[in-house]
């Protein structure tokens, strides 16, 4: 697959990713505090750290980060982006007939949404974090995205699909 394909006129970057997709938590900011206990200050203001809460967090991100640096190699890009991502989760045991191994869906699972956790706003965010300084320098560049959450169907990989498109001025989204 070609590092960036043209589509009238704007770069793409497309990959997908392999792997389970994990949630961004949530950030907290903590004081650091010296051995005896008091805080480190930088001026007036209390020095933080910030600790992320994703459960899983970390596989995901090396896992999108990995693929990211396969399918794009060049400087990360600038300006506005668009963004699209369709997760696909793995599926439960209990969705197949005989278990995963046989493969065959059980009718009552057959085209089912993911309507579950983790949600695709914080699936969103961890992908969007591990991007950054890769296909983007940060995320805030990504000024139009589009997300979708499914169960993986069968013979499919669970991941992602990745779509990064460059927004070219004085156009309108589409």
Do not use: C
């Amino acid at each position: 697959m070609p590092h960036l394909v043209p589509e009238g006129g704007a770069a793409v970057i497309e990959f997908h990713v392999r792997g389970t997709p994990a949630p961004g938590g949530s950030k907290t900011a903590v004081a650091v505090r010296r051995g005896n206990g008091s805080i480190v200050m930088k001026g007036n203001r209390p020095v933080l750290r910030y600790i992320d809460d994703g459960k899983g967090n970390k596989k995901w991100r090396e896992d999108v980060e990995h693929y990211a640096r396969r399918a794009y190699t060049g400087a990360p890009l600038v300006g506005p982006l668009r963004l699209v991502v369709e997760f696909r989760m793995p599926r439960p045991a209990k969705h197949f007939v005989g278990g995963r191994k046989d493969g065959e869906l059980r009718a009552a699972f057959v085209g089912i949404e993911h309507a579950q956790k983790p949600d695709t706003t914080k699936l969103l965010r961890s992908t969007e974090d591990a991007l950054s300084g890769i296909v983007w320098v940060d995320d805030a560049q990504v000024v139009e995205q589009y997300a979708t959450k499914r169960w993986a169907n069968h013979g499919e990989l669970v991941g992602a699909r990745i779509r990064i498109t460059k927004v070219e001025r004085g156009t309108k989204a589409s």
